[in-house]
């Protein structure tokens, strides 16, 4: 049995959703003093879009190289309480955004140009015993022009945690497909904890 405690908890949220894709930390790179004004719709939702720029690493991948991008974060957050407790539903989205390889090695322009495509959909349960399930899920797919290499990657992370900041059950799986048919880095765990009878 694993026990985060209460102020190590975000930083694990951080972190999973971290690696499910990074786009939280495009969000922090983001800059605010430019962002579009949140809108709220019928349905309790907030609206925000952030310009960003942000490098990912696709070496992975045979041909693979770094990608300096640049577009749009749009975040779509909703918070519904319900009986007792709450529920959270965020939706990342990249729009428009371009992107140009870069060697990995020196990080000079290759002049590859890319289009990058991504999304992560998080949500958070807060229940009346205090219990907090948590999950996000993340497709990015890097598309090269000409004969250059293309990459999916997916991410999944879901998990419980107790009031206590105590990991009930936690699953986590990630894979990522090249063009050219290798997988990379393909991660799977779960786990639970005991229980008494």
């Known amino acids: 049995m694993m026990v985060i405690p209460n102020r190590v908890?975000?930083?694990?949220v951080m972190l999973a959703l971290a690696l499910a894709g990074g786009l939280l930390t495009l969000l922090l790179l983001a800059k605010h003093t430019q962002a579009q004004p949140p809108t709220a719709n019928d349905k309790g939702a907030v609206s925000q879009r952030f310009?960003?720029?942000?490098?990912?690493d696709t070496s992975q991948c045979v041909g693979g190289e770094v990608i300096d991008i640049t577009g749009t974060l749009h975040i779509v957050n909703q918070f519904v309480p319900v009986q007792g407790g709450y529920h959270v539903t965020s939706t990342f989205n990249l729009v428009n955004a371009k992107g140009v390889g870069l060697d990995p090695e020196t990080l000079e322009p290759t002049g590859t140009e890319y289009v990058i495509s991504a999304r992560t959909q998080a949500v958070e349960n807060f229940?009346?015993?205090?219990?907090?399930?948590?999950?996000?899920?993340t497709i990015e797919t890097d598309i090269g022009k000409g004969s250059s290499p293309d990459r999916v990657y997916f991410a999944m992370v879901r998990y419980i945690l107790t009031e206590d900041g105590v990991v009930k059950a936690e699953i986590q799986n990630s894979f990522v497909q090249c063009s050219g048919g290798e997988t990379a880095s393909a991660t799977a765990t779960a786990s639970a904890a005991a229980t008494t009878p």
């Open 9 to 12: 908890s975000v930083t694990a």
């Open 51 to 56: 310009p960003y720029a942000a490098t990912i």
């Open 127 to 137: 229940l009346p015993t205090g219990d907090r399930v948590i999950g996000d899920v």
